[in-house]
Every structure is written in C-alpha cells, then in structure tokens.
C-alpha cells in the first residue's frame, strides 16, 4: 500500500480539504480507496479535535481555580455541543443505513448529515429553555457534521480497512497527546496552554478547529495571539501545500520510506531543540 503514509497526515492535520485533494490525486492513480480512508481519517481527528480539546480546557481551568459562574458559562455550552455533535452523527450513520437499505442506493452522509441537524434543531427550539443558546451549539454542531459529510465515504472500504484506521488512529491519538502534554506545555513559553491547545487542534482536526479551541479561552489571552496563530499557519501553509500536492506521486514512485526517514529526522530534530531551550 504506498499510499499508506498519506491518509494520516492528510486527514488529521489538513482535514477534510486536504484529505479530498490527496484523495482525487490518488483516484487518478487508479487508488480508488484512498478517497474513502482519508476522508474517514479527517472525521476521526475532527471528533478528536474537538472532544480532546474542550476535555484539555475543562482540566485547564480547574488547575486554574475558576469560579463556578465562569465555568458554566463557557464549558456547559461547549459540553452540549459535543453532546449534540454525537447524537446527530449517530443519528445520521442510522439514517444513512435506512435510506440505503429502502432506496437500494448510497445517500451521501452530507445529505442525512443536514436532515438530521434540521430535525433535531427543530426539536431543540421546542423543548430547551430560552437561557440555553441553542442557536449557537446547534448551528456549530449542525455545521461540523456537514463539514464531515462532504465525503462521499464508502462503507464497505472503512470495513476493510477497519483494523488500518483503527491503529493508524490510536496512533496519533496518543502522539498528540504526548506531543500537548510534555512538549508544548512545557517549550511554548507565554501562553503556552493556547499555543498547545491551537497545536492538538491543528494536529488532530485541522487548522480550522485549532483557531476554534483558542477562540473558547480567548478571555484569558492576549488579544493579539488569535492573529499571531493565524499568521504562523499562513507562513507554513506554502510548505504544506507544497508536499499535499507532490507527496503521491512521490509516494506511488516508492520513495516512501527515504521520505519518512528525512520529515522524521527534521522533526526530530525540531524536538530536540525546543526541548533544549525549554525553561528547566
């Protein structure tokens, strides 16, 4: 499998665009399945993303001794949305297999994905007290399960690649992890529970849910980071770019493992630096 080293990255960090793009690239290829893989892999980093992060600033503001009026005022609603986000995605999946099984076709998972957010938002207007934003959560959770329904995702693929996603998820699942917890926190400097928290986000769901996480704790930062973050991304972006549209044909040429052995040397040499400098 050459393409084997492309969904992660692809879906995690660059999300479902990116995940799209080296999807059709590899399409044309005559790799029909990585479409499918890579938009699955941009989902699982979403829901890690977005999960993972309100669970990092849930812990944060204990260690920060937060009162309970702030607490509950910023986290609940966040809580909601998570709780929201997976209902309709179940929801949605069910939906999906019901529509296919009746119609004997595939509905696209963007299709049950808006039905589903309708419906449910319809509900929640009816029954929620007027004190409880709905808009807001239903509106984000309805467009984050759009976001994860533009692939047209095949099933059959993901059951055959079940056990593929499941380590390759795991995987940097617990890298992230490791990466937030004993190397951001700790080399970032001022500001460095938003700098990692913007780092998990990109890393896991893509750049756009690492801007998202900051903008939560943007009370308790310099006004000024949410722009220097989104400046940081825009000075890096042409590299990303760059290897988003070189790195399949590299990768079908079996240049594969030089290629692994040279990113995890720089990056391995980045760590080793930041460490370095890191306050004893």
Not at 41 to 59: C, D, E, N, P, V
């Amino acid at each position: 499998m050459p393409y084997l080293g492309a969904i992660l990255p692809a879906g995690f960090a660059g999300g479902h665009g990116s995940s799209a793009v080296i999807g059709s690239l590899f399409t044309k290829k005559g790799y029909v399945e990585v479409f499918s893989l890579a938009m699955m892999m941009a989902t699982i980093g979403s829901f890690f993303s977005l999960f993972g992060g309100l669970l990092w600033i849930k812990g944060h503001k204990r260690t920060k001794s937060v009162s309970s009026v702030h607490e509950s005022s910023t986290f609940f609603p966040s809580l909601n949305i998570v709780s929201l986000f997976i209902f309709v995605m179940g929801m949605s999946f069910l939906l999906k297999l019901a529509l296919n099984k009746i119609l004997f076709f595939d509905i696209p998972m963007l299709a049950t994905g808006v039905v589903s957010g309708l419906i449910i938002r319809f509900l929640i207007k009816r029954i929620c007290p007027k004190k409880i934003e709905v808009d807001n959560f239903v509106s984000i959770t309805t467009s984050i399960l759009v976001c994860l329904g533009i692939g047209a995702i095949k099933i059959y693929i993901i059951e055959k690649y079940l056990f593929l996603i499941t380590v390759l998820s795991l995987f940097s699942l617990v890298c992230s992890i490791l990466i937030f917890r004993y190397v951001g926190l700790r080399t970032l400097g001022e500001n460095s529970f938003e700098k990692s928290l913007f780092t998990w986000g990109w890393s896991t769901g893509g750049i756009v849910f690492g801007l998202s996480l900051v903008e939560i704790v943007k009370d308790r930062m310099n006004a000024s980071l949410l722009q220097v973050l989104a400046i940081s991304y825009l000075l890096i972006s042409p590299i990303e770019i760059s290897l988003i549209l070189t790195m399949p044909s590299l990768l079908l040429t079996g240049l594969g493992q030089y290629i692994g052995i040279c990113l995890l040397f720089v990056a391995l040499l980045i760590l080793v630096s930041m460490l370095r400098k890191a306050p004893k």
